[in-house]
Structures are given as structure tokens and as C-alpha cells.
């Protein structure tokens, strides 16, 4: 049917603003911000809780039974292999030492006339014998008199941090009486407990990172050094140790602190967890194309992942750029503005990774 000139002329107005709205939607672009698909060190996570101790650790005690003379050290002090930490009386243990001591140096002598006369057959060998016997237990007594001397000076038997301790001086300490503690505190070890699922990827060298409640917004990271022989009967889990740099000594022993470990590490591509857009069972990003800036809805597979970080297993290569910002509005086909790209250097830092070159 012809439509008459009026009538035409009202369809056509009815219809402009619709034109123009298409027109208009056309012609502008949504702004996005995009990020490339990097290159990143990934790794699965096994989450774990643990309990550090120290490298070493002894409570140091008295071997005798004597008073305190004289303490060399204040609570919390590092001190080094062999520093004296306590002395007790001992001067009549030094007056033996110095008495066997003299007559060490005259039987040493007499020893040394006899061994001379013997050389030039003035005296019978029996007779060097007798000296060289006397000269041994000479030696035994001034061994045994420095040993009950060495007996009062309470050393410590490694490098390390000592605790509180519980004498004064005058005290009178006997065998067993606790002086105070010593423990090595850098590394500091992590006893942790996982299940025996687990044991084919628990191996020495493996990397992990422990964070404790008593040192919130901390990462400590170590390797694991050994792993138990047996797996627990009743738990079905087994122990490993790992290490843990300590030079702050900020750890203490007898710390809970939840440990991951970091197994099956490899090279993946990585894209921000925010271009993620999930839809049911499936996941989908927008990809940009650079010549044309139009969004591509994409379907990937996704492998691991880690705070702010998915890892892609397929749909994607290295160096595509996806939508990070703006992708509720970004449909498939529509041209796009980019009002900012972060080079892969940016991507990898706020990932927190390292550039793979």
C-alpha cells in the first residue's frame, strides 16, 4: 500500500530518533582497560598446619654441684660456640690443676734424662719404662684435674640466643639444676602434617610458604628439608620439616602457622582473575584486537589458581590482550576504547611474579 505524503512524512519522523540512537550507539566506544596474557611461575597449592622449633635447642645445666660466681650473660643474648656462659667456684679445682700440672713437667723431665741415658746405654731400658709409665699418669692426673675445672665453667655448646635464666649469683646449683635455655634460632625449623595422598609430591627441595596469626600481613618462605619415614596409622598423614630463613629471629619456636606448599611449579600463561568472566560450567574473556579494538568473547579452560591470578590452559597465547575493566558492558563484536594497557612488565608485578623473559 502507497502511503500519502503526510503519512510518509510522520513514519519517517517516528522513526529518526531510533536511527540516530543506533547511529550514535555505533559511533561510541565502550572504554576498557586491558592487560596482556603473561608468562608466570605457577605452582599448585597444598595447604598445611605446622609448629616451628628451633634448629637447636638444649637447656643448660650444671654437671656439679657448687655455687655461682660469676654470670656472663643477660637474658635474650646471642652468644657464640664456647663462650662461657657461667662460672662457679673452683679454686681448689685450679690448685690441683696447677699442682698436676708441676708434677707433669718433672716427670716429663726425669722421662727425658732417662731417655737420653738409655740412647747412651747408661742406664737398663726397664728403667725408661718406669719413667715413661709415671710420665702417662702424670698426664692422666692433669687431664682429670682440667676436666673438673672445665666442670665449672658452663659454656655454651653452639652458637645461638639463650633465654631467661634462673640463677643468681651465690646460687648453689647441683646436677640437672636448669640455668637457662639456648636455641638456634636462624634457620628455624616447621613441623607440618599432610595427608598421604600427598606423599609422591613431598619431597626435599620442595618450596613452601608459612604465614602465622602472631605475625599478620609476613610470608616466610623455606624448602622442605626432610620427610618422616612412616605415615601415621590412625591420621593416614605424614610429617615433614622444612627451613625457614630467621635472621630477624622474628619466628619463635612453638608457633602454629599454616603452611603452603608449592608443588608442580611450571611455566603457564596467566591472566588477572578480573578478566575472568565465569557463565555456569564454562569461563569466557574478552579479547581485543588490536587492529580493529573489537572484543572477541572468548571460551578458555582454566588450570590453578592464586590470589588475583587464573592460570589458562587453553584459549589463549602469550601477548593477547584481555578485558580487566569494563567487561559487564563489553558485548561480542562491539569496538572498544582503551584507556589503558599495562605492559607485561605491570601485569607480572601487581601479580606479584617475576618477568620471564
Do not use: C, W
Amino acid at each position: 500500500m502507497r502511503l500519502s505524503t503526510p503519512h510518509a512524512t510522520i513514519l519517517a519522523l517516528l522513526l529518526l530518533p531510533a536511527s540516530l540512537s543506533v547511529v550514535h550507539a555505533q559511533e561510541r566506544a565502550q572504554n576498557v582497560i586491558v592487560a596482556p596474557a603473561v608468562i608466570d611461575r605457577f605452582v599448585d597449592q597444598v595447604e598445611a598446619l605446622g609448629t616451628t622449633f628451633a634448629n637447636e635447642s638444649v637447656t643448660i645445666t650444671a654437671n656439679v654441684s657448687d655455687r655461682v660466681v660469676e654470670i656472663l650473660f643477660e637474658d635474650g643474648q646471642q652468644v657464640e660456640q664456647d663462650q662461657i656462659l657461667v662460672l662457679l667456684r673452683r679454686d681448689e679445682q685450679r690448685a690441683e690443676l696447677e699442682a698436676a700440672e708441676a708434677v707433669l713437667a718433672e716427670r716429663r723431665t726425669a722421662y727425658n734424662r732417662a731417655s737420653e741415658l738409655e740412647r747412651r746405654q747408661y742406664t737398663a731400658t726397664a728403667q725408661l719404662e718406669e719413667r715413661r709409665a709415671a710420665l702417662r699418669q702424670a698426664e692422666a692426673n692433669r687431664d682429670g684435674a682440667k676436666a673438673r675445672l672445665d666442670d665449672r665453667e658452663i659454656r655454651a655448646p653452639f652458637e645461638g640466643v639463650v633465654g631467661l635464666r634462673n640463677i643468681s649469683p651465690g646460687t648453689l646449683v647441683t646436677p640437672g639444676s636448669v640455668i637457662t635455655s639456648l636455641d638456634d634460632l636462624d634457620p628455624i625449623k616447621l613441623d607440618f602434617t599432610v595427608p598421604a595422598a600427598y606423599l609422591a609430591n613431598i619431597q626435599p627441595g620442595l618450596a613452601i610458604v608459612a604465614t602465622t596469626t602472631a605475625l599478620p600481613g609476613k610470608e616466610f618462605r623455606g624448602t622442605v628439608r626432610s620427610v618422616a619415614t612412616q605415615v601415621d596409622r590412625v591420621t593416614r598423614s605424614i610429617t615433614a620439616r622444612a627451613l625457614i630463613a630467621n635472621e630477624d629471629h622474628a619466628l619463635k619456636p612453638g608457633l602454629l602457622m599454616t603452611v603452603r606448599l608449592l608443588k608442580n611449579p611450571r611455566d603457564a600463561i596467566v591472566i588477572p582473575e578480573e578478566a575472568l568472566v565465569p557463565s555456569g560450567t564454562q569461563n569466557f574473556v574478552f579479547v581485543i584486537d588490536r587492529a580493529s579494538n573489537k572484543a572477541e568473547r572468548r571460551e578458555i579452560e582454566t588450570g590453578g589458581r592464586r590470589p588475583g591470578a587464573v592460570e589458562v590452559a587453553s584459549g589463549l597465547k602469550r601477548g593477547e590482550l584481555v578485558v580487566t575493566h569494563g567487561t559487564m558492558q563489553v558485548r561480542d563484536g562491539m569496538t572498544v576504547n582503551i584507556v589503558n594497557e599495562e605492559t607485561p612488565e605491570q601485569t607480572l608485578g601487581r601479580l606479584g611474579a617475576t618477568v620471564v623473559q
